[in-house]
């Protein structure tokens, strides 16, 4: 990137977390956000983010808290930057001209990413004079802790759009996708929803309870899957023949449980999944959790990083 200079627009929960990890880098961030609680939000949010920054290494020599400003709008916070990180509501409408404002005042060679979860850059991107260095770069919650990055092109998305976004999220520290082809929820949100709604059959069905079927993936795939994949763990388990032996083996019974799901409605499952959750979380409040886990990503990051 030419210049050292991010923009965050919009400092909720997925912005700070992002402003939190460019300053860590040793990237000066220029914020905004129309609450007028934006601000205060924010700096909180990476005050407590910094010292777990610290501690996986992750900061930089020179970075600092200190190097975040803070504008009243997109088009001045947008101003001479090289990379900028939109993480406003995930409404189509808004997201439209908040795009128009940002592609308006972000100087031309910038490339402009959203951290929508499953909006349709192409579409986003109706009113921008200049849709193609726009992508989608959606990160996973807390962004500042989550290696993932989506990186998905839009109709009009130029090739060195995307390549700019894959080495900037890559410079960083994450670990950027190359999503080829426009879907709603990208691929990743894709994947966990369809896991979700077997989970909720099995629930629903009567099969398991709620807490049941979370400790099934947590103390089972789960801790594989946070070193790699579905594919790569089949491989495994076809043993020395990989994943020849698994397709021509074990591949036939696996079809015959996804011949076995039902077309399921997670919404009809709404009042029993709200009581296991309460059920399974045992008086422990949304802020308890999140704590808990982060301690828990922090060891698994160690892990997972090493060689």
Same mark, same amino acid.
């Given at each position: ?11 909720? +929960? ?8 460019? #300053? ?7 914020? +905004?956000?129309?609450? *007028? ?11 407590? /983010? ?18 975040? $400003?803070?504008? $009243?709008?997109? +088009? ?69 802790? %989550?290696? =993932? !990055? ?28 190359? %999503? ?13 929803? /369809? ?21 099934? %993936?947590?103390?089972?795939?789960? #801790?594989?899957? /946070?070193?790699?994949? *579905?594919?790569?763990?089949?491989? =495994? ?16 019974? !696996? ?17 029993? =999944? ?14 308890? #959790? ?6 828990? #990503? ?10």
């Amino acid at each position: 990137m030419p210049s050292q200079t991010v923009a965050v627009v919009g400092v909720g +929960t997925i912005g700070a977390s992002w402003a939190a990890i460019f #300053l860590a880098q040793g990237y000066d961030v220029r914020a +905004t956000d129309p609450s *007028p609680q934006g601000e205060a939000f924010a700096r909180r949010f990476i005050a407590n /983010a910094w010292p777990t920054l610290e501690t996986l290494g992750w900061v930089v020599p020179g970075a600092s808290q200190q190097r975040m $400003s803070f504008h $009243s709008s997109p +088009t001045e916070a947008c101003q001479g930057v090289s990379f900028v990180q939109e993480s406003g509501p995930e409404r189509e409408d808004i997201k439209i001209e908040t795009f128009k404002e940002m592609d308006a005042a972000t100087p031309k060679d910038a490339v402009i990413a959203s951290s929508s979860s499953g909006l349709l850059i192409s579409r986003v991107t109706v009113k921008c004079a200049h849709p193609e260095r726009c992508v989608i770069g959606h990160p996973f919650n807390p962004p500042h802790l %989550i290696p =993932l !990055v989506e990186v998905v092109a839009g109709e009009k998305t130029s090739e060195d759009a995307i390549a700019k976004a894959m080495a900037f999220y890559q410079a960083i520290g994450k670990h950027p996708i190359h %999503i080829k082809k426009e879907v709603k929820g990208h691929v990743a949100n894709r994947l966990q929803a /369809a896991l979700w709604r077997e989970a909720v059959s099995l629930v629903a069905d009567g099969v398991v309870s709620v807490a049941d079927a979370d400790a099934a %993936i947590a103390y089972g795939p789960g #801790l594989r899957w /946070a070193l790699m994949g *579905p594919h790569l763990t089949f491989h =495994l388990a076809g043993g020395e023949g990989g994943m020849t032996h698994f397709m021509s083996h074990l591949a036939p019974a !696996v079809q015959s449980w996804i011949d076995d799901f039902k077309d399921t409605r997670v919404t009809d499952a709404k009042q029993l =999944l709200i009581d296991g959750v309460a059920e399974e979380a045992a008086g422990r409040s949304i802020a308890d #959790l999140q704590q808990w886990r982060d301690r828990k #990503l922090i060891e698994i990051l160690k892990v997972s990083s090493a060689p």
